[in-house]
């Protein structure tokens, strides 16, 4: 059975660093394009970043140059980097799945609450 | 980045209803959009991918259309289940972009 969990959100100070994982199983994580979608409080998603199974990264414009994305093959997790973040990164981060570099995420984490405050 | 409009932005039906959410894209994506449904508290579900594909375990009242930049995502016979927020989503190129949502509910 496919199951993403994440972990490592929490509350945060503005310019503060977290790192978020997320921990597959019933699939590698390596073979499959895996990204990071976030949704702030009560609005829509917005697709954040994306690691593809032969390792290039892309991102938001929104986050580019604070946050980076990569994987552990030998653990099969995927993980978020935040540095220097701001009020407005505030949100459920959700890692997730696609099987094709035609990005469409069939399988969902639980989501993972980011608050950035002082 | 290609823009995503959805209409209606929320709609409120009657059990049995037939449902329509429309999605245009600021330029032109083939086919290469997605359909979801979020429930409250709950990560996104896929529905429909490539437009008009059905996802594997999802009731068939479910459908989508459309091409280029228009877009139709239907629920044949509304479904009190089926109260829920439902995106769209486009992958012609990074980044990849949703519509704003449209809040579903029962009248």
């Known amino acids: 059975e496919v199951q993403l969990v994440e972990s490592g959100g929490g509350l945060i100070q503005p310019g503060g660093s977290l790192r978020l994982s997320c921990a597959a199983s019933?699939?590698?994580?390596?073979?499959?394009?895996m990204s990071w979608v976030r949704q702030a409080p009560g609005k829509g998603l917005e697709w954040v970043s994306v690691i593809y199974s032969g390792g290039s990264t892309y991102y938001a414009d929104s986050v580019k140059g604070r946050f980076t994305i990569s994987r552990d093959n030998s653990k099969n997790t995927l993980y978020l980097q935040m540095n220097s973040l701001r009020a407005e990164d505030t949100a459920v981060y959700y890692c997730a799945r696609s099987i094709t570099m035609i990005l469409r995420f069939d399988y969902w984490g639980q989501g993972t609450l980011v608050t950035v405050s002082s | 980045d290609i823009q995503m409009t959805q209409s209606p932005s929320s709609l409120s039906a009657s059990v049995g209803d037939r449902v329509t959410i429309t999605c245009q894209a600021s330029?032109?994506?083939?086919?290469?959009l997605n359909w979801y449904q979020q429930k409250p508290g709950k990560a996104p579900k896929l529905l429909i991918y490539?437009?008009?594909n059905l996802e594997t375990g999802v009731p068939s009242r479910f459908s989508g259309s459309g091409s280029g930049t228009d877009f139709t995502f239907t629920i044949s016979s509304l479904q009190p289940e089926d109260i829920a927020t439902y995106y769209c989503q486009q992958y012609d190129n990074l980044p990849v972009t949703f519509g704003q949502g449209t809040k579903l509910e029962i009248k």
């Open positions: 019933g699939f590698t994580v390596s073979s499959n394009y």
């Open positions: 330029q032109d994506i083939s086919n290469y």
């Open positions: 490539d437009a008009s």
